[in-house]
């Protein structure tokens, strides 16, 4: 039967974060760093606000867009948080997580032969999604010495004349790095010069932990030329509602309209009346989630560094990227041992892209006494190993 699975399906890998996590579910007592999930339940008045909506009997579809409620309280939130202005008729759609509004960006405005750049390390849906687009993906590094930031040097280094578009993902899974205002106008220069469109997921924006996040489609320069991806996953712990949205200039969102219809028709009317009650109500819980993120983040770092594991402190997200180069070990082997011998799951970095390499993702969206366990016993794995 092989032979009747396409060329692109078959050249795409299978997700490395997965793999480890399904190992993970075989075995006893295991601390798992690996999957980015929230282990906050939804606000209360969020699941209150849905399950109304279903005794009421709204459980049909809604328009292929989304409910008028939903993306007219999209475009409030994007203009009072971010600065930003979307047309609630034109350029908002809401789609099934962000990653179906990533995959229906790419699409819709990929042709084969395109050269795509993606900032990596990054979520490992990009490349496959450029691939299957028929697209050529092309990496463009981001180091630890610039704190994972994209830097212009690096993204002119791999602009070509066939390069189209730039994927960027900040604040950055998995290395928890963020772009300032002064980082996006460099990149922004670059993009004008050259034409280039942007796809920027911010799915983590609102877990910005020094300072706010900054949006490049508020530079006045890439409106235009900007498709913005964002959800309710990370910031509400809506990951298992499937509620993402993009926004786009009308004719790049016309396009992604027209693929958004044939694979998912519309997202489901549940999860987008919860959205919709999330951004009306959810400010406080979701406030509160972000103080004990922070707290576990400087928790967990300082003591990854206590144990040789060098490691940057990430100003976004919920992932902590240490260097495991000190104990010899490649970062699958890391991994894998540390799995085996102490029952703690992380992820190589090195599936993340190759700027990954010698690193391992570690989730500390879990409890500090989960954490503080972990860390116990990475410490007697490093200990073993000397």
């Known amino acids: 039967m092989r032979d009747f699975v396409s060329a692109r399906a078959r050249a795409i890998p299978p997700s ?112 496959p999604c450029v ?80 300072g706010n996040h900054f949006a490049p489609a508020a530079i006045p320069e890439l409106r235009e030329r900007t498709i913005t991806l964002n959800g309710f996953s990370k910031a509400f712990a809506m990951t298992g509602w499937r509620i993402g949205y993009l926004c786009a200039p009308p004719e790049i969102s016309a396009a992604a309209l027209k693929i958004h219809q044939y694979v998912a028709l519309c997202a489901p009317v549940m999860g987008q009346v919860a959205a919709y009650e999330a951004l009306r109500n959810g400010e406080a819980e979701k406030d509160a989630m972000v103080r004990e993120y922070r707290l576990r983040r400087n928790l967990f770092v300082d003591g990854l560094n206590k144990l040789g594991l060098t490691c940057h402190l990430p100003k976004g997200a919920f992932y902590a990227f240490p260097s495991v180069e000190s104990t010899g070990m490649t970062d699958t082997e890391f991994a894998e041992a540390l799995l085996r011998e102490q029952h703690v799951a992380v992820v190589p970095g090195s599936v993340l892209g190759p700027s990954g390499a010698g690193h391992v993702r570690c989730a500390y969206a879990v409890s500090r006494d989960d954490l503080k366990e972990a860390l116990a016993r990475m410490g007697l794995f490093l200990q073993s190993r000397k």
Not at 25 to 49: H, K, N, R
Not at 81 to 103: K, L, W
């Open 16 to 127: 490395g974060i997965r793999r480890f996590f399904d190992i993970a579910q075989t075995m006893e007592d295991v601390i798992s760093l690996g999957v980015g999930e929230p282990d906050f339940v939804t606000p209360w008045c969020v699941c209150e606000a849905s399950i109304y909506s279903i005794e009421q009997g709204s459980t049909a579809y809604t328009s292929n867009k989304g409910t008028p409620q939903l993306r007219g309280a999209i475009s409030r939130y994007l203009d009072t948080r971010f600065g930003i202005r979307y047309n609630v008729d034109e350029e908002i759609i809401v789609t099934c997580g962000v990653s179906e509004a990533a995959d229906i960006a790419i699409r819709a405005v990929v042709d084969p032969g395109d050269e795509v750049l993606v900032a990596e390390p990054c979520y490992v849906s990009y490349t």
């Open 131 to 210: 691939s299957l687009a028929g697209g050529i993906p092309v990496t463009v590094h981001c180091r630890a010495e610039d704190e994972f930031r994209l830097t212009a040097d690096a993204l002119a280094e791999s602009i070509t004349p066939r390069t189209k578009v730039l994927i960027t993902n900040f604040p950055n899974n998995p290395t928890g790095g963020v772009m300032q205002e002064a980082d996006w106008r460099g990149i922004a220069d670059l993009l004008v010069d050259h034409d280039l469109l942007l796809i920027s997921d911010e799915v983590y924006a609102e877990l910005t932990y020094d």
